[in-house]
Nanobody, 124 residues
Framework: VQLAESGGDLVEVGGSLRLSCEVSGYRTSSYCMGWFRQVPGQERKGVATIDNEGSTTYEDSVKGRFTIAQDNTKDILYLQMDSLKAEETAKYSC???????????????????WGQGTQVTVSS
């Protein structure tokens, strides 16, 4: 599985941004995909995940502001981010992993394949 993110940019506090992750290569019919973010010197943290049936999970601080989605072909994963905060400045990465039918968790250790990431900077 290969993953390639795009859409990172500089945006003002309160602004919106949509990230995209192009997915290619062999995939199983059951999977988990997610968006994660990392600030230098800190551990990577889960933001939102989605499974092959469209079930989603969000980190508490982004609920109601971020939306994870897939296109109809499931070849592109999106993260719509609204009402962005300065503290959400980070490198955002998408990831792919197996779906063990226990829900797609927010822990990075559950995911096997990763993209290179795209930088989101929220200016105050």
């Amino acid at each position: 599985v290969q993953l390639a993110e795009s859409g990172g940019d500089l945006v003002e506090v309160g602004g919106s941004l949509r990230l995209s992750c192009e997915v290619s290569g062999y995939r199983t019919s059951s999977y988990c995909m997610g968006w994660f973010r990392q600030v230098p010197g800190q551990e990577r943290k889960g933001v939102a995940t989605i499974d092959n049936e469209g079930s989603t999970t969000y980190e508490d601080s982004v609920k109601g502001r971020f939306t994870i989605a897939q296109d109809n072909t499931k070849d592109i994963l999106y993260l719509q981010m609204d009402s962005l905060k300065a503290e959400e400045t980070a490198k955002y990465s998408c990831a792919y992993g197996a779906n063990w039918f226990l829900g797609c968790g927010l822990s990075p250790s559950e995911y096997t394949y990763w993209g290179q990431g795209t930088q989101v900077t929220v200016s105050s």
